[in-house]
Nanobody, 126 residues
Framework: QVQLVESGGGLVKAGDSLRLSCAASGRTFSAYAMGWFRQAPGKEREFVAGINWSGGNTKYADSARGRFSISRDNAKNTVYLQMNFLKPADTAIYYC???????????????????WGQGTQVTVSS
């Protein structure tokens, strides 16, 4: 079972930037698409951004497009989420996740991902 460990969250002001990282264990990281999700108090977990196994294709939620950027470094078994122009509405716990199947393009449904990190808190003050 792969282990995913997120880092980089914190308390920032509106308009600031943060870069989240997710380090994965194991030797098969490069075979899987990866995603970032978030969950705010009282709300369902929602897709934020995803990247396919090679890094050649990405998807974003409407709320993230233009402000967030997902990338990966397969040599370091790490996926990143660069978040710019943060808003108070971005406040949530952010999770990285690994797709269930290898060699497929990124999807957006939480049920398509079977490995999850513990999450990192992002709080954006106004």
């Amino acid at each position: 079972q792969v282990q995913l460990v997120e880092s980089g969250g914190g308390l920032v002001k509106a308009g600031d930037s943060l870069r989240l990282s997710c380090a994965a264990s194991g030797r098969t990281f490069s075979a899987y698409a990866m995603g970032w999700f978030r969950q705010a108090p009282g709300k369902e977990r929602e897709f934020v951004a995803g990247i396919n196994w090679s890094g050649g294709n990405t998807k974003y939620a409407d709320s993230a497009r233009g402000r967030f950027s997902i990338s990966r470094d397969n040599a370091k078994n790490t996926v990143y989420l660069q978040m710019n122009f943060l808003k108070p509405a971005d406040t949530a716990i952010y999770y990285c996740a690994r797709e269930t199947a290898k060699w497929i393009d990124v999807t957006t449904a939480p049920s398509d991902f079977d490995s999850w990190g513990q999450g990192t808190q992002v709080t954006v003050s106004s």
